[in-house]
């Protein structure tokens, strides 16, 4: 049992700073799934987590789409201890990414609600480095598109 916990854990922490092909493969799944571009959920876990499963972020956000709970919570229905979970959180991700786009008809602003919030995106109080992501996603996005 302790040495099953010590590969899970080393295998995640091999994941951060790369993109493994097994987490690729899923990453289109459920970004097919949710009709999204699967670059572009691959680019937006990459710029959240550097898909490190582990993630941990300043503000309590947590895996690979570096979800807060209440967010957590709204898009999935499961557990928070889940969200560092890679099935779940490459599934979160491309589906809160979807119901972001349907709420905005705008992939700037879905991205911009990802990091900020939808409230924030329909105030029209996107702050500075908010507006910084979304560049940073859309980057990522296009050098990986491009090939």
């Not at 990453?27 to 699967?38: C, S």
């Not at 503000?59 to 499961?78: D, K, S």
């Not at 705008?106 to 996107?126: C, K």
Request: charged fraction near 20%; glycine fraction near 10%.
């Amino acid at each position: 049992m302790r040495a099953a916990s010590l590969v899970l854990l080393l295998g995640a922490a091999f994941a951060c700073g790369h993109v493994p092909q097994d987490l690729w493969a899923k990453t289109w799944k459920y970004a097919r799934a949710w009709g999204v571009d699967p670059y572009l959920v691959a680019a937006v876990v990459w710029v959240e987590s550097g898909y490190c499963p582990g993630a941990v972020g300043r503000a309590g956000e947590v895996g690979l789409g570096q979800f807060m709970p209440g967010t957590w919570a709204r898009t999935t229905g499961a557990p928070v201890e889940w969200r560092s979970h890679p099935d779940w959180a490459l599934w979160a991700t491309a589906k809160h990414l979807r119901e972001l786009w349907e709420a905005t008809r705008d992939w700037r602003l879905a991205l911009a609600a990802y990091n900020a919030g939808l409230g924030a995106v329909r105030r029209g109080a996107i702050p500075a480095s908010t507006q910084r992501y979304v560049e940073r996603v859309l980057s990522v996005y296009r050098a990986w598109r491009r090939g």
